[in-house]
């Protein structure tokens, strides 16, 4: 038993990205290791889109490692890298994509779905009133570059 009770969490080291993600840092262990566990892995190359800006918002992305920009329009509104995470506002606010993401490098994504993230989110007031801010400040910066 005593084995059992210093093994590590099955999804330990998924659980480091989505606590470094501002939206799941309030969070308890047991809470990232239940969203650990519907984390997808997805990798694409240099130069993919992995959403297009107007498309249907059905999952929340994290970036393990490489490189995305986040282009409005045919102008890149900023970058993100290891940690950085997107998707969130479509599914919090249920609107179409309100950007493009596009690789800049190879990358590694961690994947989640719609409803385990706004499970997750709606179920933690913390939580919840990180990913309004978050959203927030998003859609500020994003409103310097309408391009429609």
Do not use: C
Request: aromatic share 6%; hydrophobic share 40%; glycine share 8%.
């Amino acid at each position: 038993m005593r084995r059992l009770d210093t093994r590590p969490p099955e999804h330990a080291a998924n659980i480091e990205l989505p606590a470094g993600i501002p939206i799941f840092a309030p969070l308890n262990e047991v809470v990232l290791e239940h969203l650990a566990s519907a984390l997808r892995p997805q990798t694409l190359a240099a130069d993919e889109i992995v959403f297009r800006e107007g498309g249907e918002g059905d999952e929340f992305y994290a970036i393990e490692d490489g490189e995305v920009e986040v282009l409005k329009g045919e102008q890149r509104v900023t970058t993100l890298g290891p940690g950085g995470y997107f998707g969130e506002i479509a599914l919090l606010q249920n609107v179409p994509r309100t950007a493009t993401i596009r690789t800049l490098t190879a990358v590694r994504l961690q994947r989640l779905e719609r409803t385990p993230f706004l499970d997750t989110i709606t179920g933690n007031p913390a939580s919840s009133d990180a990913a309004d801010a978050i959203v927030g400040a998003r859609m500020s910066l994003q409103a310097g570059f309408t391009s429609l």
